[in-house]
């Protein structure tokens, strides 16, 4: 009975230890902490590279600039045939790096002396890959349309997150 109870102490004692050896390989290694706005989440462009049978639990949200959390669990099988798992938190940042796009339909656009134009008539499309159309943005202009000459025309977008570009023609 003895001996019985030596080798059961012995086997649990070599399970845990072949428990231990199996959860400590499971690991991960991140390459970025930083995800853009409004994409799809993509887990290898986060992680560089990890050990062990993956699932993914909570995926960030990208519909918004912030922080966001990560979840997942990683599983490998110890020598006795035991499943060990890893659960795994990270937070990830999601920032929106992508300015409004300003399209016009010419570079360079005619217009007589005394003759009307209106200056949004050469915007061909202001907007966002993400948020979409933006209506809402600034027309600039350094001239004056009863004078002779060249003039610049600025136009300034900006998205919901605050992130700008300018496009002159």
Same mark, same amino acid.
């Given at each position: 009975a /003895?001996?019985?109870?030596?080798?059961?102490i012995?086997l649990?004692?070599?399970i845990l230890?072949s428990s231990? !050896?199996?959860y400590d390989?499971?690991?991960?290694t991140f390459?970025?902490?930083?995800?853009?706005y409004g994409?799809?989440?993509?887990f290898d462009?986060?992680?560089k590279e990890?050990n062990?049978?993956l699932?993914?639990?909570e /995926? =960030?949200?990208?519909s918004?600039?912030?922080?966001?959390?990560?979840?997942?669990v990683?599983?490998?099988?110890n020598?006795?045939?035991?499943?060990?798992?890893?659960?795994?938190?990270?937070?990830?940042?999601?920032?929106?790096t992508? =300015?409004?796009?300003i399209?016009?339909?010419?570079?360079?656009?005619?217009?007589?002396?005394?003759?009307?134009y209106?200056?949004?008539?050469?915007?061909?499309?202001?907007?966002?890959v993400?948020d979409?159309?933006?209506?809402d943005?600034?027309?600039?202009f350094?001239?004056?349309?009863?004078?002779?000459g060249?003039?610049?025309?600025?136009? !300034?977008?900006?998205d919901i997150?605050?992130?700008?570009?300018?496009?002159?023609?």
């Amino acid at each position: 009975a /003895i001996v019985l109870c030596v080798a059961v102490i012995a086997l649990f004692a070599d399970i845990l230890i072949s428990s231990k !050896k199996a959860y400590d390989s499971l690991s991960v290694t991140f390459q970025s902490d930083v995800i853009e706005y409004g994409e799809a989440f993509d887990f290898d462009q986060i992680v560089k590279e990890y050990n062990g049978e993956l699932q993914i639990g909570e /995926i =960030p949200d990208t519909s918004e600039v912030g922080e966001s959390g990560l979840s997942f669990v990683l599983s490998t099988y110890n020598r006795y045939g035991m499943k060990v798992s890893r659960k795994y938190s990270h937070t990830l940042n999601v920032t929106d790096t992508k =300015p409004p796009l300003i399209e016009f339909k010419e570079e360079e656009v005619k217009v007589y002396k005394g003759n009307d134009y209106d200056l949004k008539e050469n915007i061909s499309r202001v907007y966002d890959v993400i948020d979409g159309e933006i209506g809402d943005y600034e027309l600039s202009f350094d001239g004056d349309m009863d004078e002779a000459g060249s003039y610049e025309v600025k136009v !300034k977008a900006c998205d919901i997150n605050g992130l700008c570009s300018e496009a002159s023609y």
